[in-house]
């Protein structure tokens, strides 16, 4: 399985924006590119997924670049809901998705 | 998002007991779904990937005879701890998944539960 590499932790004020960075230069091409968040005790909360293209949806903003061997997760406006661990991870639907140990953010009020 | 259930939410039990756990997907058809598990301040760590009507593919070192998995339809998949041990004490995480359509490309989890052996 293709890895990822995240930093380990980031802070960020509340209401400023959050760009948090992966690394996957190892990347397949059929390999989506897919963000979750987890909270203490809860499971994973799907946050964006993308192939190539960037997207945007409600939560976040995915920014790929151009030879796919790195993506950004962007928080338009960091709340303190949005603390907690991000994970970025390769795979698709049907194919398994193994986890690194993801950026802990952490937001300031 | 997709809504993928998970119940029981917690559950306390004795050691040498089984117990189950039932993972749903509410709002579309999974044909695969995944079983983790993660111990504190750790990461996820697949246990188990089962497409349904066939018999699940377990990771190494994962005890097929210990922990059952069925997933006898599009919607639902169970994963039976057999004669649980305080070893066995975690958090449970499932996940499901489906090519193609609205739902496709991505896997969506359950809120997960929380094992403790006594």
């Known amino acids: 399985d293709a890895k990822t590499t995240q930093p380990n932790s980031m802070e960020s004020n509340e209401e400023e924006p959050v760009h948090l960075p992966c690394n996957h230069s190892?990347?397949?091409?059929?390999?989506?590119i897919h963000w979750y968040r987890q909270l203490p005790s809860q499971g994973p909360e799907y946050v964006i997924h993308g192939l190539t293209s960037n997207v945007n949806n409600r939560m976040a903003s995915l920014a790929i670049a151009e030879d796919r061997k790195s993506s950004t997760l962007i928080l338009h406006r960091a709340t303190l809901r949005d603390a907690a661990v991000y994970y970025c991870i390769l795979g698709g639907s049907a194919r398994q998705l193994t986890f690194g140990s993801g950026t802990q953010l952490t937001v300031l009020p | 998002g997709a809504v993928v259930s998970q119940h029981p939410s917690r559950v306390i039990c004795k050691s040498g007991t089984s117990v189950k756990i039932e993972c749903r997907s509410l709002?579309?058809?999974?044909?695969?779904m995944f079983w983790y598990r993660q111990f504190p301040k750790k990461s996820l760590m697949l246990m188990a990937t089962?497409?349904?009507?066939?018999?699940?593919?377990?990771e190494q070192g994962v005890e097929k005879d210990k922990f059952l998995i069925n997933h006898a339809s599009l919607t639902l998949s169970t994963l039976t701890v057999t004669s649980a041990h305080p070893e066995d004490s975690s958090f449970y995480i499932c996940?499901?998944?489906?090519?193609?359509?609205?739902?496709?490309?991505?896997?969506?989890f359950g809120p997960g539960t929380r094992l403790t052996v006594l």
């Open positions: 190892t990347i397949s091409g059929t390999d989506y």
């Open positions: 996940s499901a998944g489906t090519s193609g359509g609205l739902r496709g490309d991505t896997q969506y």
């Open positions: 089962s497409n349904e009507g066939s018999k699940a593919t377990y």
């Open positions: 709002d579309f058809q999974a044909t695969t």
